[in-house]
């Protein structure tokens, strides 16, 4: 079984968050782009667990062949956290202009899948933590005509080796739903997986030799129209929280307790009498 | 004359309260009038007994229905190829959805099919000639990001729950009849086959009107029983920030944020929460927050309307306690 796993790089969002918090994130001049330069650049959370999802099929005895792709420049730090977790080929794909969106970044993934071996299962995050958007495997699913496993916390290989499937364990509003689909199939991955592993050293120092497989965008031989980005970024900014917070205090934990209870009693919020 | 401005629902979708869809009704209005275009609603599988007084509310000019046995279960195949269908049929400058679990996927794969711009997370639409500039939410709600997407359309835009507030016209009119619409789905075969179906035990954390949350601040898996019983005590439902569910403290249906619930209680109280942009986007809609954290500087006390600095583990005792002596009186 030959599986493909799309990464994002991204700021890491911990320290987006920090800076959040601390009520210090700022836009550049661009209006574009946040001016805090020192935030790290790391694998997409979601994404490190869906190598970590290819890696426990492979574990699990499915004879599987894992390709790590990822569109974007510069990205031999996380490709090769990549090989070092045990990838058997990471490739990176310079895409043609700054200005793409989703559907650039796409047309570019499935382009370089039906153009470089196939895949019988596409793994992606379900959505990168830098834009939330999750919809770059949903158009991967329709440009190549495969079905598409939304937000899973496992997955396994059913069928047989000639005819191939995986069984998905979906997380829903309504709890776990289990499903198949009949391969090849895009299956976005979520934080219910649980914790991807760590390279061991010796993996990660021959990972350090390995360089990543550079495809460009006219190895792909698309059609330009392909490429249009049809979303364009123009503007990003920082929300504005108004606070309005009352602090209840009080000598002991008792006294807070008994007039925060008064306070919602007052404002009808809970209810004077037992709800039971 | 502009195509017409498309809001979509589903009814097979549970989790969509009338409040999502009259909100996208409403910024589907604003848009329409921006563009001088129609609104229409589209509502796809069963008709809806509350759907002609809201559509009137609404200045909705047109009501379409597609329905179809294939529709019915809620599988996205057939949902996919029924908008698209219908999106070849009828132009459109905009198709809106309300985001939920299903139009996460649902609402990119139409776009997909069309090959048309889609914007997920949205939280306002303006119109700029012909461009549509659409405010999204970004990093978990952190920042926002404006994405432009030029004319003629259509394009799909998902409107994040609770970002914009229903609001029925002065001159609520008649509301048209329903027009239905058929669909040829004999071509769909659903290709994801249902092994077990999920089933909900017990009640839901998006419909609970009281809802005491815990934190990372709380130490250790056993003090998620104080949040437990406090939820007891007051008829509410629990619910934690992410890390105790990948910790596994406590069932993933328990996760409230942009990966977990998006929950609308009257009362959501968070303890030991820090009130990172990820987590608030799933309570940001309550009523009241209160929040109680040794942090004085915590982010969460932006959000609340009542604040306690202090230990949980000290707290919550004591409002079990006095959750129940009141509930006593
Ligand atoms: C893509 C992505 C998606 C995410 N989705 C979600 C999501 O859906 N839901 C979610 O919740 N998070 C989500 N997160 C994680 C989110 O960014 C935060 O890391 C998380 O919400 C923090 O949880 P916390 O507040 O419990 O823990 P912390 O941030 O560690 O905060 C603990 C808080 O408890 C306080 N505290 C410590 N001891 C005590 C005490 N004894 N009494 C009272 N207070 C105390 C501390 O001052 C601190 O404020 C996501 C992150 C990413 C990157
Ligand atoms: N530039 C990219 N290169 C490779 N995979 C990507 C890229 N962007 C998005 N993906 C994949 O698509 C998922 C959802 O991303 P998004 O739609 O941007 O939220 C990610 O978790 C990745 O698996």
Do not use: W
């Given at each position: 079984m030959r599986i493909v796993v799309c990464i994002k790089e991204v700021l890491d969002p911990d320290a987006v968050n920090a800076y959040a918090l601390a009520g210090r994130l700022e836009i550049g001049d661009d209006?574009?782009?946040?001016?805090?330069?020192?935030?790290?650049?790391?694998?997409?959370?979601?994404?490190?667990?869906?190598?970590?999802?290819?890696?426990?099929?492979?574990?699990?005895?499915?004879?599987?062949?894992?390709?790590?792709?990822?569109?974007?420049?510069?990205?031999?730090?996380?490709?090769?956290?990549?090989?070092?977790?045990?990838?058997?080929?990471?490739?990176?794909?310079?895409?043609?202009?700054?200005?793409?969106?989703?559907?650039?970044?796409?047309?570019?993934?499935a382009a370089y899948i039906r153009s470089h071996g196939g895949a019988d299962l596409v793994l992606c995050g379900r959505q990168a933590s830098d834009d939330d958007q999750g919809v770059v495997p949903a158009l991967i699913g329709e440009s190549l005509g495969m079905p598409v496993v939304a937000i899973a916390r496992d997955v396994e290989a059913a069928g047989s080796a000639e005819a191939p499937?995986?069984?998905?364990?979906?997380?829903?509003?309504?709890?776990?739903?289990?499903?198949?689909?009949?391969?090849?199939?895009?299956?976005?991955i979520s934080n219910e997986l649980g914790e991807p592993r760590y390279p061991t050293m010796p993996m990660k120092m021959a990972a350090r030799r390995v360089k990543p497989t550079d495809v460009s965008a006219t190895d792909l031989s698309l059609d330009p129209q392909a490429l249009e980005p049809r979303v364009v970024m123009t503007r990003q900014f920082v929300p504005t929280v108004k606070g309005d917070c009352e602090f209840i205090s009080g000598d002991e934990p008792a006294d807070v307790a008994d007039r925060l209870v008064r306070r919602l009693l007052e404002d009808n919020i809970v209810r004077g009498r037992s709800p039971r | 004359m502009t195509d017409p401005v498309v809001v979509c629902t589903w009814?097979?979708?549970?989790d969509q309260p009338w409040e999502e869809t009259e909100a996208a009704l409403t910024l589907g209005r604003t848009v329409s009038g921006a563009c001088g275009a129609e609104l229409h609603w589209l509502v796809v599988g069963p008709s809806l007994d509350e759907g002609p007084e809201i559509a009137g509310r609404h200045g909705v000019a047109r009501v379409d229905r597609i329905d179809d046995p294939k529709l019915e279960d809620g599988r996205p195949d057939a949902f996919v190829e029924a908008l698209a269908q219908y999106c070849a049929s009828h132009p459109c400058r905009l198709l809106l959805f309300n985001q939920n679990f299903a139009t996460r996927l649902v609402a990119p794969r139409v776009a997909g099919r069309l090959g048309v711009g889609v914007v997920m997370n949205g939280t306002d639409i303006e119109v700029d000639g012909d461009r549509l500039d659409v405010t999204a939410a970004a990093y978990g709600g952190d920042t926002r990001v404006?994405?432009?997407?030029?004319?003629?359309?259509?394009?799909?835009?998902?409107?994040?729950?609770?970002?914009?507030?229903?609001?029925?016209?002065?001159?609520?009119?008649?509301?048209?009849?329903?027009?239905?619409?058929?669909?040829?789905?004999?071509?769909?075969?659903?290709?994801?086959?249902?092994?077990?179906?999920?089933?909900?035990?017990?009640p839901r954390l998006e419909d609970a009107e009281i809802i005491v949350s815990g934190g990372r601040g709380l130490g250790s898996p056993e003090n998620f029983k104080l949040i437990e019983e406090l939820a007891d005590v007051l008829g509410g439902m629990a619910g934690a920030s992410r890390p105790l569910v990948d910790e596994g403290w406590i069932d993933s249906s328990r996760q409230v944020g942009l990966t977990g619930k998006i929950t609308r209680p009257a009362l959501y109280l968070a303890a030991g929460i820090s009130g990172a942009t990820q987590h608030m986007v799933g309570c940001s809609a309550a009523k009241t927050i209160v929040a109680i954290n040794t942090d004085p500087d915590a982010?969460?006390?932006?959000?609340?309307?009542?604040?306690?600095?202090?230990?949980?583990?000290?707290?919550?005792?004591?409002?079990?306690?006095?959750?129940?002596?009141?509930?006593?009186?």
């Open positions: 209006d574009k782009t946040l001016t805090q330069t020192t935030i790290p650049r790391l694998m997409n959370g979601f994404d490190e667990q869906a190598i970590e999802a290819a890696l426990r099929m492979r574990d699990a005895g499915t004879d599987a062949t894992i390709c790590v792709v990822s569109v974007g420049s510069d990205l031999t730090v996380p490709l090769r956290h990549a090989m070092a977790l045990g990838a058997d080929e990471v490739v990176a794909i310079e895409p043609p202009s700054s200005t793409g969106d989703y559907h650039t970044v796409a047309a570019l993934l499937a995986v069984r998905v364990t979906r997380v829903t509003p309504d709890g776990d739903e289990i499903v198949e689909a009949t391969c090849p199939a895009v299956v976005t | 009814s097979a979708v549970r404006v994405y432009g997407l030029e004319g003629p359309g259509p394009c799909v835009v998902a409107l994040l729950a609770n970002a914009v507030a229903p609001e029925p016209t002065e001159d609520a009119g008649t509301a048209p009849a329903a027009t239905e619409l058929e669909v040829d789905l004999s071509g769909v075969e659903e290709r994801i086959r249902v092994l077990e179906a999920a089933h909900t035990e017990g982010a969460i006390f932006r959000h609340a309307r009542y604040g306690i600095v202090g230990d949980c583990t000290e707290l919550l005792p004591e409002l079990i306690r006095a959750a129940s002596e009141a509930g006593d009186s």
